[in-house]
């Protein structure tokens, strides 16, 4: 196969995950001309049309969607064996992608990672925070960050924390005007900050357990957000309940400015966990900042 048949399908990569002409021609060092030609050389060659142009967007054919989740992780692949090669003879360096929850990056992540950044300076991390289950292959990111152990087969979990513990708080005058629910039926009759999921659509449900028994409670409330961050703040603001994650409120909860309630219903769940491909041969830089970053023993 001619090597520029390889350039026009890393191109074409390029171009899908990029959606845009304009930044694959400035990844790929090529003028946007020179790529709009070779794509319309590759569709030509394939008798296929891969890639869907509007004026605005650029999105992939169904016939595209097979032909990238084809290709992607095999120039993955060779490109982190490329880095794995030329690392044995260097010092951890590169760019490691992780896909996580914003309160896990700066509760959990980020207090960690500071050691490795100073360590190691050849290294570079970026993260992307999301409240999605993520395709970290598909998006090209190292590591992804869920709630549990359980992962894909194909995928490596490291325990970041034993465990999660969640809370239910107000604020003390919340609680001077509302009663402390005896039990969780008691919900229905106070207002909360809620959560929607991507991954779900619906208002989340908490989810509260007490001595094996396990329940789903929808709290009414007026205010709706996507992050754990704007409930918060809505919580300390006096606007209702929350349910959060303890770290996101041990500082007030110790300072006064917010109160548990329904303690013995607090759920606690197995902790968060990074997790990446096992398939693909790990660069010295990602094993580096998965060593600086999972769960160590007291």
């Known amino acids: 196969m001619p090597r520029r048949y390889y ?3 890393f191109s074409f990569v390029t171009i899908a995950r990029e959606g845009s002409f304009t ?54 692949d060779i490109e982190a064996e490329v880095a794995e090669l030329q690392s044995q003879q260097q010092r951890p360096a590169g760019t490691i992608r992780i896909n996580t929850f914003d309160f896990v990056a700066e ?10 950044i100073e360590q190691y300076p050849d290294i570079t991390v970026e993260i992307a925070t999301d409240y999605g289950l993520t395709d970290i292959v598909a998006s090209r990111f190292d590591i992804g960050v869920r709630l549990g152990p359980s992962v894909e ?13 969640m809370v239910i708080v107000g604020t003390p005058s919340y609680f001077a005007k509302n009663d402390h629910p005896r039990i969780p039926a008691d919900l229905a009759h ?8 991507p991954t779900r659509g ?45 770290e ?8 006064g400015r917010l109160h548990t309630t329904l303690d013995d219903w607090a759920p606690t769940w197995p902790g968060h966990h990074l997790y990446y491909p096992s398939r693909r041969q790990s660069s010295r830089a990602l094993r580096t900042v998965v060593e600086g970053l999972k769960l160590r023993p007291d």
């Open 190 to 197: 106070h207002r909360a900050a809620n959560l929607r999921l």
């Open 202 to 246: 619906a208002i989340y449900a908490w989810e509260l357990e007490n001595g094996g028994e396990a329940i789903d409670v929808r709290v009414p409330g007026r205010l709706v957000f996507d992050t754990l961050y704007q409930i918060r703040h809505a919580v300390r603001r006096g606007y209702g309940l929350g349910f959060l994650p303890i």
């Open 23 to 76: 930044r694959a021609a400035a990844q790929l060092g090529v003028s946007q001309s020179a790529l709009s030609q070779s794509m319309k050389s590759l569709e030509q060659r394939l008798g296929l049309r891969l890639l869907a142009r509007n004026t605005r967007s650029i999105s992939t054919t169904e016939a595209g969607d097979r032909l990238l989740a084809l290709l992607g992780p095999r120039f993955a």
């Open 248 to 255: 996101m409120a041990a500082a007030d909860i110790e300072a």
């Open 7 to 9: 350039d026009d399908l």
């Open 153 to 165: 087969q194909d995928m490596i979990a490291v325990a970041l924390q034993a465990e999660q513990r």
């Open 107 to 116: 509760y959990i992540l980020w207090p960690r990672l500071e050691a490795v």
